[in-house]
């Protein structure tokens, strides 16, 4: 198996001086069919105060050539279980171990009988949606395939998000069934993430749906992001 785990550690990073979704009902299938799904590092958690520990080692998440420009077509598809937008690989993360260039976005929300739609939870809330910026580990693989299912394959920003309109993410009309693609001009994806990028949780994890490989540096922001009914994608 070519996964070689150090324990987990759950850290609190507080870097500067001041300091269309899978049902739950099939997960208790996935253990089955998947055997890393249901495992110790399986995604999403639930971040409780009592896992935190201060890790004064961790830096401030760094992202650069997020802006990107109108002229810049993205690709914005529905895979089935989220509304995903393909991104160029200039976009990467530069403050990890590793250069982490990004692959893709994509939501994750509720239902009408089910509206809180965030993977994550902190001391047991619940948001609206979350934003997960996917990346993967280009020093050391030539492509998202390859790097999918290795221990240091992947870094995901994850961002907690408050709808203030309760009609969520209503850019996803357009693309409401599975399959359908569009394409929409770049923008600045760095307004998508909260302002501080110096506190977030960290932790090592894994694909949040099968087959729930534990290839993912965790990075979830602590702030959540409120979007509007006027600030939706067009
Ligand atoms: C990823 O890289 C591997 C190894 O170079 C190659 O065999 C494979 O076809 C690539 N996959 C994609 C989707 O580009
Ligand atoms: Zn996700």
């Known amino acids: 198996k070519p996964f070689i785990w150090k324990e987990t550690v759950f850290s609190l990073a507080l870097a500067t001086n001041n300091n269309v979704v899978l049902t739950p009902a099939g997960e208790h299938h996935w253990p089955k069919h998947y055997p890393y799904c249901g495992g110790a590092f399986q995604s999403p958690i639930d971040i409780t105060s009592?896992?935190?520990r201060f890790d004064p080692t961790l830096r401030p998440i760094e992202v650069q050539n997020y802006n990107l420009s109108p002229n810049e077509q993205l690709t914005l598809g529905n895979n089935g279980h989220s509304v995903q937008i393909s991104l160029p690989h200039k976009m990467h993360i530069s403050s990890l171990p590793h250069h982490y260039a990004a692959a893709q976005l994509h939501f994750h929300w509720g239902s009408s009988s089910r509206p809180s739609g965030s993977e994550h939870r902190v001391n047991s809330k619940q948001y609206a949606a979350e934003m997960h910026v996917v990346h993967f580990n280009t020093e050391k693989y030539p492509n998202m395939s390859m790097a999918v299912d290795k221990s240091d394959g992947l870094a995901v920003l994850g961002v907690l998000i408050e709808v203030r309109h309760c009609r969520l993410l209503s850019f996803i009309n357009g693309i409401k069934y599975r399959g359908q693609k569009v394409?929409?001009?770049?923008?600045?994806?760095?307004?998508l993430l909260p302002a501080r990028l110096d506190e977030y949780y960290r932790y090592d994890g894994s694909l949040t749906t099968p087959p729930c490989y534990?290839?993912?540096l965790w990075t979830v922001f602590r702030n959540h992001v409120t979007i509007s009914r006027k600030q939706v994608l067009h």
Do not use: A, T, Y
């Not at 394409?183 to 307004?191: A, E, H, K, L």
């Open 50 to 52: 009592e896992m935190l």
């Open 183 to 191: 394409q929409m001009p770049g923008f600045n994806i760095r307004s």
């Open 214 to 216: 534990p290839s993912v």
